[in-house]
């Protein structure tokens, strides 16, 4: 019988049958990172029985654990034991600059979100939005926080290496989180000042990050609700870093009106999201993550470029721009006009 499939096909199917397993992949790294493995093997090899020790796992379970870490790269394997193999060390090891850890622990966190995608497809999103169990939450939101500095440590010096932010005096980080974009552009400018807004429990965070790096004096935080409390006017810059894909249209409508009223004329606002092209299907990280936000959120999901721009412009925003910063994110770039328009009214009524 004749061949009835490709080299390609094959390759194919197997990567089909990879991604298929893929948790396969994830889920030693991730629960390897929440027991504390890549931790305790970050500098130096520990025997099989001294790790038993010192987590307190179970002995057969961690000997094949550590076999297969070893066996993806994680660990190196040596006559003295097992240790975090050097490439991964700058990632997993707790004190490296671009430790990932918490993104982990938040990737794990989402997996019992996941789960549900099937009952939220057949469903809809907002009868499945109930609580999840609660052991789950108190956690998860540290971990969140802590997720977004992983992050954000990274992405605000891209921000930082392609715009100019000398021009700017006193902005606003909106929904800053644990003020990692505010505590870098302050630290590279030095006559800029920033206010860090956000709910009680990520400015907890912000509070302790911003006195770490002694920056009471130039950052402020400010606790509340955008969509329904003051959000402090005067600013020159507001930055909105991975906020719009957890609102609804209306929110962020809401939310941009209030921004407008916040800027000074010739104001800036950078809106930094993982914009989709006009298919809403690239790029593939961004559509994908919309699925994260359907599963998260009561309206959120990743917006077009250009309908986030055109709204900008329904706004009176103008001199509108985009960066790309990396392959899946961009920054819209606009401004207020320096003086504000005049608004046509049309007379009604008697004349004077
Ligand atoms: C995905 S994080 C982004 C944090 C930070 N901007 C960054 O880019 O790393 C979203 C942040 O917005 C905050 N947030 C969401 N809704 C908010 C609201 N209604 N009022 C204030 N903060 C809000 C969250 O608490 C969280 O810190």
């Not at 926080?145 to 990274?154: D, K, L, P, Q, T």
């Not at 920033?194 to 009680?200: E, M, S, T």
């Not at 721009?309 to 103008?318: P, S, T, V």
């Amino acid at each position: 019988m004749a061949q009835q499939f490709t080299k390609r096909d094959l390759k194919q199917r197997e990567a089909l049958t990879a991604t298929s397993a893929g948790f396969m992949r994830s889920l030693p790294l991730l629960v390897a990172n929440r027991v504390g493995i890549f931790a305790l093997l970050a500098h130096k090899p520990k025997s099989l029985r001294q790790i038993v020790r010192a987590l307190h796992t179970d002995r057969e379970a961690t000997q094949l654990m550590l076999n297969a870490l070893a066996g993806q790269g994680y660990l190196r394997k040596s006559s003295s034991g097992f240790m975090l193999a050097p490439v991964y060390r700058k990632f997993l090891a707790p004190d490296a600059r671009l430790y990932v850890g918490d993104t982990l622990q938040h990737h794990y966190n989402l997996i019992f979100r996941w789960i549900r995608l099937e009952d939220i497809l057949r469903h809809g999103r907002k009868n499945m939005l109930a609580a999840l169990p609660a052991e789950h939450d108190c956690q998860e939101t540290e971990h969140f926080i802590r997720a977004m500095e992983n992050i954000s440590r990274v992405s605000s010096q891209e921000v930082l290496r392609k715009i100019n932010l000398a021009p700017y005096r006193f902005m606003l980080d909106l929904g800053g989180g644990p003020g990692t974009a505010a505590i870098a552009f302050v630290r590279r400018h030095r006559h800029l000042r920033a206010v860090v807004f956000d709910l009680p429990d990520p400015l907890r965070i912000a509070r302790q990050e911003i006195a770490r790096y002694k920056l009471t004096h130039r950052i402020h935080t400010l606790e509340g609700d955008f969509l329904a409390d003051p959000i402090g006017t005067g600013y020159d810059l507001i930055y909105v870093s991975n906020i719009i894909h957890s609102l609804s249209n209306d929110e962020i409508r809401r939310m941009l009106v209030k921004v407008r009223q916040a800027l000074v004329p010739g104001g800036t606002v950078m809106i930094k999201d993982f914009f989709l092209d006009r298919d809403f299907v690239n790029p593939p990280y961004a559509s994908l993550f919309a699925i994260n936000m359907l599963i998260n959120t009561p309206g959120g999901r990743s917006y077009g470029y250009d309908e986030t721009r055109a709204l900008l412009k329904r706004l009176r925003f103008d001199q509108i721009r985009g960066v790309h910063l990396t392959p899946h994110t961009r920054i819209l770039i606009a401004r207020l006009p320096k003086i504000a328009r005049k608004r046509k009214t049309k007379r009604r009524g008697t004349s004077p």
